[in-house]
């Protein structure tokens, strides 16, 4: 067990956790717009930067981002300090330089009194704010279809050479994740289109209804998970029914061997 | 031929020295970057087409050597006379024959080609006695100019792979980290962290498996040492990875090369050839039971992947992109186990540490920097070049000294050091000795050695945007502060060079700076606002005259300057109005000229082309 101080008040946290986990237990609000339960932290968008020191640093503090930083023990934390307040609001500054016209950081800027940006629009700023979320749960998923490309001021999520990703099988957790709701899909009838690729999505066998999952996703789960193909092709009602119905059958089977 | 026993390698060491000194005189022809670019290739050529034709008695072509950088490429093409040391410059391959007929068949020197002391107007036949190399002091370089860049046995026989013997006949790990741990050996890519420190940090380790890597991806604008030592004394520093790989107990290792260095990467590879052939990498070197195998890894053009966590995640086939360094890279380095990482000129040291002992090394340089540092001196100084000095050394040293003054005589302003995230320091900082902590100090760093050397026409916010462009291009832009800030930052530097800066901004840009240096992820973006930082600390007043006065001192900013003709001066001559490309002079043969102050871009071909200075820039 670890023991530190979270701004004047004591906490736990076990070895290992992360500094903004055991922040949020306290129940301390702070912005983390790259952060995700289900990908590891990544440390880009910078928000979760807070002020560290020990008792025997003599006076020296440190600004980490508490989505990566290890808790340790006699660690002194304050989340929202005079310089951390500064660094918030200037990355809000920036962010609504790059991004004028994204609800999302609109709002977020919004709470640390930033309404509009100090510094130079960015004119064709678009709303993808390079949290790389999208990127990161794409990797989590298995296919890596997309990534960051570029760098600098110019890198931009994109598939392989721009072109429809050979690896996308069209499961939209890239969008899902999308904070800004910047990745765009579109469904009509049993075909659904993402980063220019096209699919389409299963009938089920059963009642004729469209199912959430691609025969591409489909077929890469079956393939990995080693589940049999025939699985997907039913809808998850469907598959509820006939789950109800042999648990039904069975039931009624046993009962009748016990009265036997 | 394999090496197993130390014996075996001293005979071949002796026989290696012995047949070279069936040479009477030898022929160093430089192919380091600088030389090579001036056409030393074909000067390499036409010696061996002379040879050949010649037929010189006791002259082998084998006494023909393509060494690496000798060092002071302001005069390249060089070619050395050996053993006298004749230093001929500027060669051209017509001058092959005559430094033939000359130089090896007889003992003329040929007074044209040498050097000129600027002092006195004299010639300086032997290059020991020119005051650019009797002031250095070369241990990393030591070997550069020296042995031909091709050959494992030239290296051989200057006691090469001695160390690695030594090392594995002899000592035991932890004795290799505590030698090199006590010779105080620092860094050589920047951060000056100790070796030793950094080596038993890894060794102790539980995980496993440990890795060595080489940082060979210079990307500082103007900087050249790495890569001359890669180029031209690449054993130097698989050696020195061997010895690391031993002393922490890893049995593979990278060389990390930029895409722009592909000499380094053919030489290096050539080198790892040879080196596996005499079986110094492989199975069982020196028929102990320590194996290692290196390869070289090539980089894409990223200057962030000089940064240890982008390097190594670039080595695994990743995005080379940063992370948070709250674990150490020596500890969850390269697939996330310990990894020492060391830069080029670092790994070239340790072979001549444990040869001489620590106590030789330390007594080098300063207390708390020991040794020497390579230095590429580069900008408006008279010997532009390859240097290598014991740590303390002044800057004026380097720069007066050494580097033979400012070109043209011209005033001094600044002195970058560090590259792009180092700082600009000022003639009141000249006295400076140059170790890690006093450049630190004085709020630039030592960097990985490019010094870019400034005069009184340099503008310090014109070099503060080009270096803050330099880094907007070169940010990974996976962090928000250096991505966004940086490229904010530059904008409002750019704005005071085109004459719309306010007197808040700079203010402003301070308080941006410290966000950016406070918050970035990884060390391009929290020494990126630097090259801000560093001039408007220094040189404030030339900021608030661009600002205030709408004036650039140094002429230098186009916004600010116009090109105008002096009547008085102007014959009509009409060399202007062909040199400009926008048409923007107009006149008659014979007339006064007059420049368009609409049409002109202010690119100053005119000025350069005006023989008689009737260009004014105000």
Known sequence: MVHLTINGRTAQAEEGEMLLDVIKRQGIDIPAICQHDAVEPSGSCRLCTVEITKADWDGWKNYVTSCLYPVADGLIVNTHSDAVNEIRKTLFDLYLARHPNSLFVQKLAAEYGVTETSFTEVPDGDDCILCGLCTRICDRMGFSAISTVGRGHSKEIAPPLKEAPPDCVGCLACAQSCPTGHIKFSEEGVSRSIWGKQFERITCSKCGKLTAITKEFADSLSKTQDIPREYFDICDECRRRETALTMGRLAHWVREEETA | ?618
């Not at chain 2, 084998?62 to 060669?91: D, N, Q």
């Not at chain 2, 900008?379 to 290598?388: F, H, M, P």
């Open chain 2, 1 to 618: 031929m394999r090496i197993d026993k130390p014996a075996q390698l001293t005979k071949l060491r002796k026989e290696l020295v012995a047949s070279e000194k069936n040479h009477t005189k030898k022929i160093m022809v430089c192919c380091g970057p600088g030389c090579l670019a001036n056409g030393s290739a074909e000067i390499v050529e036409e010696f061996r087409k002379v040879i050949k034709k010649k037929r010189i008695k006791g002259f082998k072509v084998e006494a023909l050597k393509e060494t690496g950088c000798h060092g002071f490429c302001a005069l390249g093409p060089l070619v050395v006379i050996e053993p006298s040391g004749t230093f001929y410059t500027k060669v051209k391959p017509k001058d092959v024959e005559e430094i033939i007929d000359k130089s090896i068949r007889k003992d003329e020197t040929i007074e044209r080609l040498l050097y000129d002391d600027p002092s006195n107007g004299k010639k300086i036949e032997s290059y020991h006695d020119i005051p650019f190399y009797a002031r250095q002091k070369r241990i990393a370089l030591r070997n550069l100019g020296h042995i031909d860049q091709y050959k494992i046995d030239e290296y051989i026989a200057v006691d090469g792979y001695s160390a690695l013997s030594k090392v594995l006949t002899k000592m035991k790990p932890d004795q290799v980290i505590s030698e090199v741990s006590r010779s105080g050996l620092r860094g050589r890519g920047g951060a000056g962290f100790p070796a030793g420190r950094k080596w038993a940090t890894c060794a102790k380790a539980d995980d496993t498996p440990h890795y060595v890597i080489c940082n060979g991806d210079e990307g500082d604008p103007g900087a050249f040492m790495d890569r001359s030592i890669m180029e031209g004394d690449p054993h130097s520093v698989i050696e020195g990875m061997i010895i690391a790989a031993y002393a922490v107990g890893a049995h593979e290792g990278y060389i990390y090369v930029r895409e722009e260095y592909p000499l380094a990467v053919d030489n290096l590879k050539l080198a790892i050839q040879q080196a596996t052939e005499y079986g110094f990498l492989g199975e069982n070197i020196f028929g102990s039971d320590f194996s290692f195998t290196l390869n070289v890894s090539r980089g894409g053009g990223a200057f962030v992947c000089g940064e240890s966590s982008a390097l190594m995640k670039s080595v695994a086939g990743k995005v080379g992109e940063p992370r948070a360094k709250y674990v150490r890279s020596v500890l969850k380095g390269l697939y996330d186990k310990p990894t020492v990482l060391n830069n080029v000129e670092t790994y070239a040291n340790v072979p001549v540490i444990i040869d001489k002992g620590h106590k030789w090394f330390s007594s080098i340089g300063t207390s708390k920097s020991t040794g020497t540092k390579a230095f590429s001196l580069v900008g408006k100084v008279s010997n532009t070049g390859l240097i290598e000095v014991p740590m303390g050394t002044t800057l004026r040293e380097i720069i007066y000294d050494i580097g033979g003054g400012i070109l043209n005589d011209r005033p001094f302003k600044a002195v970058q050091t560090g590259g792009p995230s180092g700082g600009c320091l000022p003639e009141s900082k000249l006295d400076l000795p140059v170790d890690f902590d006093t450049l630190t100090e004085a709020y630039s760093m030592m960097g990985s050695g490019g010094m870019i050397i400034m005069d009184d026409e340099t503008c310090v916010v014109d070099v503060a945007k080009y270096f803050l462009a330099f880094l907007v291009d070169e940010s990974c832009g996976k962090c928000v502060p250096c991505r966004e800030g940086l490229f904010q930052l530059h904008k409002m530097v750019k704005n005071i060079t085109d004459g719309n800066g306010k007197e808040e901004d700079l203010e402003k840009m301070e308080r941006l700076s410290d966000v950016i240096i406070k918050s970035s992820l990884c060390g391009l973006g929290k020494s990126g606002p630097n090259p801000f930082i560093s001039t408007v600390r220094y040189f404030r007043d030339e900021y608030l005259t661009h600002i205030k006065d709408k004036k650039c001192p140094a002429k230098v900013c186009r916004e600010l300057i116009r090109f105008d003709i002096i009547d008085d001066k102007c014959d009509g001559c009409m060399a202007c109005l062909s040199a400009c490309a926008f048409d923007a002079i107009t006149g008659k043969k014979n007339e006064v000229h007059v420049i368009d102050q609409e049409k002109c871009t202010k690119c100053g071909a005119c000025k350069t082309v005006c023989t008689r200075d009737a260009i004014k820039v105000s």
